[in-house]
């Protein structure tokens, strides 16, 4: 049974504890706020530049790209999410040539490691930091990076500085 006394001192120890954390909530409601509203905020939103949020490879003005269809991303990548897909073409001279069938990236496999860029002997690949990649299932998330039609650029010429084309999301 508790005396008066202890039900008092309950009862202040009460009040003192819940002024307490009202004094916490008071001080926060005048702190500057740090919540991103997203999706609200979405034309305004800063992503870091060297956020890595997904593998593309440039092509320039002429659908032209950079891979020669090496390997070494494929090799390095410690989870196999790319795959490499060449195929022999013969050139003017008759010359046996492997060139870059098909590029294929699992974006759901990703680690977002950056072995695969950093060892690309062609500078071929790079990540953008375009993260809205959700999709309901997950074989959408297997892509092609190079496009359609797209081949390997002459040598020499400067590296590729155009953007890769924004690829429709669900
Ligand atoms: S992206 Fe680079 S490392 Fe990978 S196959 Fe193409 S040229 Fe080779
Ligand atoms: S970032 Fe890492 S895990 Fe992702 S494709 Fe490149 S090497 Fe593979």
Redesign the pocket.
């Known amino acids: 049974m508790r005396t008066f006394k202890q039900y008092i001192t309950g009862l202040f120890g009460g009040i003192k504890s819940l002024l307490s954390g009202l004094s916490v909530t008071w001080k926060e409601l005048w702190i500057k706020k740090v919540t991103q509203q997203y999706p609200e905020n979405r034309d305004t939103l800063v992503i870091s530049d060297r956020f890595r949020a997904e593998l593309v ?1 440039s092509h320039d003005e002429n659908n032209e790209h ?9 090799m390095n990548c410690p989870n196999g999410t ?1 795959q ?1 897909i060449s195929k022999m073409t013969e050139t003017e001279d008759g010359k046996k040539k492997k060139e ?1 069938d098909r ?1 294929v990236y699992d974006l759901g496999m990703c680690t977002f490691c950056n072995l ?1 860029v950093i ?7 790079k990540f953008t930091n375009h993260f809205e990649n959700a999709t309901f299932t997950r074989n959408k998330l297997v892509q092609q990076l190079n496009h359609e039609g797209s081949k390997l650029r002459a040598k020499k010429k400067e590296p590729i500085s155009a953007q890769p084309v924004p690829k429709e999301k669900e």
């Open positions: 490879m950079a891979c020669t269809a090496c390997g070494i991303c494929e790319i490499v870059l590029y695969c060892t690309c002997p062609s500078s071929a690949i």
